[in-house]
């Protein structure tokens, strides 16, 4: 069964800085994995999508890669600015599409 | 740019009423989904929906669950009798393609009282 774990839970960063969230997975037999962004109460933006057969998409200051055979995906984001601010999801698709529960990101102005 | 468009966008109702959640999906999409997420949970699947039928659902999905697409746009995800631990943020979501970007609209929020 396919489990999606993201550390850290929560992080804060003074704005400026460039920072590595991490998403971690059990079941290397993926399709794609995909980046979303969740402002509180709103709902998912699609950030960035990884098919298996890649590994790193760039969009702006977002940088996501995929290491399919150790199980893991990270996103970078350069420069970060205090409207980066909000839960970052990872997304595994294998069968179904499994999500991790997210890391808060907080951005210090 | 093209966005999945969900009503309401709160619902509250009392335990063992029906409700009916609404989505347009974008309009060129084949692949339509319901998505859950309790308040602090992680976003689970419930069910996807493909050329007029379910094509998969999870445990969560059960007999309370339906799913339709009554006309071209309109996506829906009824529940008999709710429950209490109903109680979520509802997404719908679609794709143009199985294994394409996955868009969301921007939830239902359930309250069963």
């Known amino acids: 069964k396919q489990e999606v774990t993201q550390i850290p839970a929560a992080l804060s960063v003074p704005e400026g800085e460039n920072l590595v969230l991490n998403c971690s997975f059990t079941d290397s037999a993926i399709y794609n994995l995909q980046w979303f962004r969740q402002d509180p109460g709103k709902g998912l933006t699609s950030l960035l999508l990884i098919q298996s057969s890649q590994r790193e998409q760039t969009s702006g200051r977002l940088n996501a890669s995929l290491d399919k055979s150790s199980g893991r995906s990270t996103l970078y984001i350069a420069a970060s600015q205090p409207g980066d601010s909000a839960t970052y999801l990872c997304?595994?698709?294998?069968?179904?599409?499994?999500f991790g529960k997210g890391t808060r990101l907080h951005i210090l102005p | 740019e093209p966005e999945v468009t969900q009503t309401p966008s709160h619902q509250v109702t009392q335990m063992g009423q029906e409700v009916i959640l609404r989505c347009v999906p974008i309009s060129n999409h084949l692949y339509f989904y319901w998505y859950r997420q309790i308040l602090g949970q992680k976003v689970e699947f419930l069910v996807s929906?493909?050329?007029?039928?379910?094509?998969?659902k999870s445990e969560i999905f059960d007999d309370q669950f339906s799913v339709e697409r009554p006309d071209g746009s309109n996506f829906t995800l009824k529940i008999r009798s709710t429950k209490l631990e109903d109680s979520a943020m509802y997404f719908c979501a679609s794709n143009r393609g199985e294994k394409e970007k996955l868009f969301f609209g921007s939830g239902t929020q359930l309250s069963v009282l």
């Open positions: 929906f493909y050329n007029n039928e379910i094509s998969e």
């Open positions: 997304a595994v698709w294998g069968d179904k599409i499994i």
